[in-house]
């Protein structure tokens, strides 16, 4: 069945490095994919989508790009600040019009 | 414009009481999910409803766990017993259209704690 596996936290950066949390899937057919962020004491909110190969969905300088041939939607930013600090979930629309979520990853980012 | 609101923010019971999560959709969403969040196992889909009808529940755990969406703008999820290791947070979302060409809207969950 489908699923999502995301590289396990927690991360600790300073401010201003660079972020790459990895995320790779597993699904039959053509997904889409997402990420979402869930701050300390919300509910997940959703960062950003792509819907197809070789889209980059990007938002507040986060990015990711749909890569069908290593099956990946890998989350980049190039310079972090303490308020991205987040919990990280990287998903996959399911067969039934569910989400498939990732584990999260949890990111800390020290001033 | 409201989001998806969730109602207790907090639940501390006994092993064996019943518990009753609530959850006020997007008004004009027609899709409504229940997510739980533990450490150990991350978000799981416990069920979800289409235009109030329940599509998939092949995830609630057991027969503790039961859902209901009486109307469009209210669910409510039931555990009765509950037990300690139903202790999680408690998510509902809910979506204008099918989630793999839009976007789940989260409440800010239901934090339950089971003694």
Redesign the interface.
Known sequence: GNSVTQMEGPVTLSEEAFLTINCTYTATGY??LFWYVQYP??????LL?A?KADDKGSNKGFEATYRKETTSFHLEKGSVQVSDSAVY?CAL??S?????????TKLSVKP | DAGVIQSPRHEVTEMGQEVTLRCKPISGHDYLFWYRQTMMRGLELLIYFNNNVPIDDSGMPEDRFSAKMPNASFSTLKIQPSEPRDSAVYFCASSLRRANTGELFFGEGSRLTVL
């Not at chain 1, 004491?41 to 959703?46: A, H, N, R, T, W």
């Not at chain 1, 039934?96 to 999260?104: E, P, R």
């Open positions: 997904p889409s004491g919300e509910g997940l909110q959703l989508k819907t979930f629309s399911g039934q019009g569910n989400l498939i979520f990732g584990k999260g």
